[in-house]
């Protein structure tokens, strides 16, 4: 049977209403409606969120084509006027990052030249988020990337869950930054029959703020896990070391600096009970999953007997299925921010969480100019 994505957050969404015409496509189609809504990608994979989104709008999703080339130069084409219009623009992100950027900038600056009013991008995986740090002699990407999607005309993003909410400043123009965590918290509620017999666990130290976050609405205990044999981005060489000490280098006596004592793992070790419990691993996003299939067998070591990973985009690379499948991990729930249809089929495992309603929902307040402070009810800023 084929799994259904679950449509959480009923209980507090329910009551939002649309306005008058909004669910009648024609009405939204008309020019007096004042927006539009494009998938900037053309794969069916991802136009699967923009459909769910459009439907809940009561919206047809805008006529567009976008495609490669022979020599893999991307095409975008918009079919119908936009002259005037708020447009939004949904865009997931595959497994071909760089594609998925360029398609993007085309469609946006597409929609700039064909005089759109405001341009909003509508990314619930923002790419790059993990290069928002200065490595070394290497470049905060993350920052290039907001620079060139204001450049080619974007005028406000919505996204999920950025990797570091700092990220935020890149922008010159505003960045509401959505949170996956109430549907999240629900699924623990509703899937998991036993949760009250359940521990939060951070699998490192720097995820410690968002596992005490859910534990505390949860009203359950929590754990975290030190010293894991894994390479975090505290880890990385950032620069600090360079250039690189010589031997011979001549040193004015005023400028030696005392000497650092070079960092250690301790052993690994669970900070918090375990033992006969279900632990819940909390993350924003799970890729490599080398740390968190670590970190269960470490958890069923110490006598949890069921463990589940929670995380906002299931980016899930390389192997990762394989290796969940044959890991201690019994379930990986994580939402539809990131298509992963391929991952789901070789992993039973991977269950999906749909957030296509609070997206709609932006969508919505932002053209009709209200409030989103009710989007952010009860969320805090550990999420």
Do not use: W
């Not at 939060?200 to 205990?221: F, H, M, N, T």
């Not at 981005?233 to 040193?251: F, L, Y």
């Amino acid at each position: 049977m084929p799994r259904k994505l679950l449509l959480p957050y009923k209980s507090v969404f329910s009551h939002f209403r649309a306005p008058r015409g909004l669910h009648d496509p024609l009405a939204m189609n008309a020019a007096r409606s004042g927006y539009r809504v494009f998938s900037a990608n053309s794969t069916a994979a991802c136009t699967e969120l923009a459909k769910r989104i459009t439907e809940r709008l009561g919206a047809e999703l805008g006529k567009s084509v976008v495609y490669q080339e022979t020599n893999g130069e991307t095409r975008v084409e918009i079919k119908e006027s936009v002259r005037g219009q708020d447009i939004f623009i949904i865009q997931t992100i595959p497994r071909d990052v760089n594609t998925a950027v360029m398609e993007l900038l085309i469609m946006a600056y597409a929609l700039k030249t064909s005089c759109a009013r405001n341009i909003i991008g509508v990314i619930p995986y923002f790419p790059y988020s993990k290069q928002s740090k200065m490595r070394k002699r290497g470049s905060i990407v993350c920052k290039l990337l907001a620079s060139m999607l204001a450049k080619a005309g974007l005028t406000h993003i919505i996204t999920m869950d950025l990797h570091q909410k700092e990220i935020q400043g890149f922008f010159s123009f505003p960045v509401d930054n959505l949170r996956a965590s109430p549907f999240l918290l629900q699924y623990i509620q509703e899937e998991i029959p036993d949760y009250r017999n359940a521990v939060i666990v951070a699998k490192s130290p720097d995820a410690a703020k968002r596992a005490q976050s859910y534990a505390e609405r949860l009203r359950l205990g929590l754990a975290v896990i030190h010293g894991e044999a894994q390479c975090t981005e505290q880890d990385m060489d950032d620069g600090r070391h360079s250039p690189p000490m010589v031997k011979n280098a001549t040193v004015h006596p005023g400028l030696e600096l005392p000497l650092m004592m070079a960092k250690e793992k301790p052993p690994i070790t669970v900070v918090g009970d375990v033992g006969g419990r279900i632990a819940i691993i909390v993350d924003d996003i799970i890729d490599d999953v080398e740390s968190f299939v670590a970190a269960a067998e470490i958890l069923k070591e110490r006598g949890a007997y069921k463990i589940f990973v929670m995380a906002t985009h299931g980016l899930l690379s390389a192997d990762a299925p394989r290796l969940i499948e044959e890991s201690s991990i019994d379930e990986v729930v994580v939402t539809n921010t990131v298509p992963h249809e391929v991952q789901k089929l070789q992993c039973p495992k991977i269950k999906t969480v749909d957030i296509s309603l609070i997206l709609s929902e932006a969508i919505r307040r932002i053209h009709n100019g209200e409030s989103m402070a009710y989007l952010f009810r009860n969320i805090t800023v550990d999420d």
